[in-house]
């Protein structure tokens, strides 16, 4: 499970930069991640943060990534 959590991190790490599609890639594989792992309510968090990138809300974005980050990191 550790093992899960830690490439779920590393993922949402990954997120800082890029363009916005590889962003929402990355944030879609942290999400399938998320609830291969039984963490649906994250993964719906992570669907949030896809939907508020692709309407260019990067305040809300980065809040819903270092929510998810911060959950993750206390399961961990």
Known sequence: ?????????ATL???EVGSL?????KMNLAARDLR?????TLAG??????LA???ADVAEFKRLRAFI????GHLR
């Open 21 to 25: 599609e590889r962003i929402a890639e």
């Open 36 to 40: 291969e792992a039984g963490h649906e």
């Open 13 to 15: 790490n990954a997120t």
């Open 1 to 9: 499970m550790t093992i899960a959590l830690d490439r779920i991190l």
């Open 53 to 55: 990138l692709g309407r």
């Open 69 to 72: 980050q911060s959950k993750v």
């Open 45 to 50: 968090k992570a669907d949030e943060a896809i």
